[in-house]
């Protein structure tokens, strides 16, 4: 049966996260929903990187199988059935075998803060309009290259057998009117951008200096890392495959 990478953007504010859930709204309940009205038949999805809830995507897949010709005018069909927040960005015939979230080589995430009261970020990026060392912040971004244990940044309760992560690219950036913070890698922890987010502004903050960040770093302590920002600023950004799948850029 030929195989599919169905890629889409959400924004997550209404539901609880990406996987499909017993007792709570999802992307992926959504998506299958469109399918089964469309198809007349249920079509099982697989995804590529599970959102918390509240966290939004501007690019994540599933993958699926389907007998059915996939032709381009359907994807304006299947979107019409869809939510206003959930939206298909394109359907792609892969390699038979391929998988959405085993074969992907990284993974990006951005997260996103404003210092100055907008009522267009107010629920897509976390109001903090406090004063930054912006120095101190980009050097506690470098130095993450430098690790590949991250047990501090992951919150309990996982279920993963290790803690290992390969750091591509970590950087802060500022923009008009917001700033946010890059992370590329090759897998992600339970909680760890927003970890990593939040405890490097105790650093812009003055509150961390970064002798003490990189002793979090080394510690493997999660209780000394701070979780506590909100899902809203936080996108996963890009998901990077293969150059022989074709996929969109």
Known sequence: MPRYFLE??????????????????SIQEEVEKSFAV?????VAMTGASRTDTGVHARQNY????????????????????????????????????????????????RYYIYSKKDPFL???????????????????????????????????????????????ESQWAQEEGSSYYRIRANRFLRGMVRGLTGTMLMVGRGYLTTEQFNEILEGREPSKVNFNVPAKG???????????????K
């Open 8 to 25: 889409l953007s959400y924004k997550g504010t209404a539901y609880s996260g990406f996987q499909v859930q017993s007792n709570a709204g």
């Open 38 to 42: 469309f198809f007349r038949k249920e």
């Open 62 to 109: 599933f993958h699926f199988d389907i007998d059915d010709l996939i032709e381009e005018e359907m994807i304006y069909r299947l979107n019409a059935i869809l939510p206003g927040d959930i939206c298909i960005r394109g359907i792609f015939p892969v390699p038979e075998g391929a998988h959405c979230r085993f074969d992907a080589e990284s993974r990006e995430y």
């Open 122 to 168: 107010a629920d897509r990026a976390y109001f903090y309009p406090y004063p930054l060392n912006w120095e101190d912040l980009e050097a506690a971004a470098t130095r993450l290259k430098d690790f590949t244990d991250f047990t501090s940044f992951s919150k309990r309760n996982t279920q993963v057998k290790h803690f290992r992560c390969n750091i591509f």
């Open 234 to 248: 936080l996108f996963l950004d890009q998901i990077r495959y293969p150059e022989h799948y074709h996929l969109s």
